[in-house]
T-cell receptor, first 115, second 114 residues
Framework: AAGVIQSPRHLIKEKRETATLKCYPI?????VYWYQQGPGQDPQFLIS???????DKGSIPDRFSAQQFSDYHSELNMSSLELGDSALYFC??????????????FGPGTRLTVL | AQTVTQSQPEMSVQEAETVTLSCTYD???????LFWYKQPPSRQMILVIR??????QNATENRFSVNFQKAAKSFSLKISDSQLGDAAMYFC???????????FGQGTRLTINP
């Protein structure tokens, strides 16, 4: 079965640079979620989108922004990168239009390293 | 606010034996869902099992089963006939009905001894 696709899988950036992470949800899934997992930590919710609209927001820095496009893929844009942004960034997807609280299926993650 | 607590940072078990991972949670909501996710060394987050709070019957998926005690707010995972491939970090997670955000516990690292 098709899974969530994230690209790139690995990304190395310098401090103060900008990074863009992409997420392609499972086919027919219309809701995407972004999580950040720091070293040795549990995943922390950043933001979610349903039908191209932001549906919830967690502990996402103002330097980060995200959007969902008409094909339901999502991009997380991170500017003025800091060393502390080094983490594994997960995207997950569900079929939100079902009206049920569905299981979130995760992508493989993007490992961001800020030097 | 919801919280999830996993009090066992590390566990180990002999191959083919049974192990139970503990999880407690706190929420004032009555309608919610609980999950166990597995994160092997590849760091992929893989769903192991899901439990709806309104269901009294404990969920089971092959060698994986849960002991859901709603009144005690406890949600433990039992792995039977442990296999080397079960070695991973296991996260317990909670989501409220209608909410977007999964709240995770701190994780339990499970080692399988051959």
């Amino acid at each position: 079965a098709a899974g969530v696709i994230q690209s790139p899988r690995h990304l190395i950036k310098e401090k103060r640079e900008t990074a863009t992470l992409k997420c392609y949800p499972i086919p027919r899934h219309d809701t995407v979620y972004w999580y950040q997992q720091g070293p040795g930590q549990d995943p922390q919710f950043l933001i979610s989108f349903y039908e191209k609209m932001q549906s919830d927001k967690g502990s996402i820095p103002d330097r980060f922004s995200a959007q969902q496009f008409s094909d339901y893929h999502s991009e997380l844009n991170m500017s003025s990168l800091e060393l502390g942004d080094s983490a594994l960034y997960f995207c997950a997807s569900t079929q939100g239009s079902s009206g049920l609280t569905d299981t979130q299926y995760f992508g493989p993650g993007t490992r961001l390293t800020v030097l | 606010a919801q919280t999830v607590t996993q009090s066992q940072p590390e566990m180990s078990v002999q191959e083919a034996e049974t192990v139970t991972l503990s999880c407690t949670y706190d929420t004032s909501e009555s309608d919610y869902y609980l999950f166990w996710y597995k994160q092997p060394p590849s760091r992929q987050m893989i769903l192991v099992i899901r439990q709806e709070a309104y269901k009294q019957q404990n969920a089971t998926e092959n060698r994986f089963s849960v002991n859901f005690q709603k009144a005690a707010k406890s949600f433990s995972l039992k792995i039977s006939d442990s296999q080397l491939g079960d070695a991973a970090m296991y996260f317990c997670a909670l989501i409220i009905q209608g909410a977007q955000k999964l709240v995770f516990g701190q994780g339990t690292r499970l080692t399988i001894n051959p």
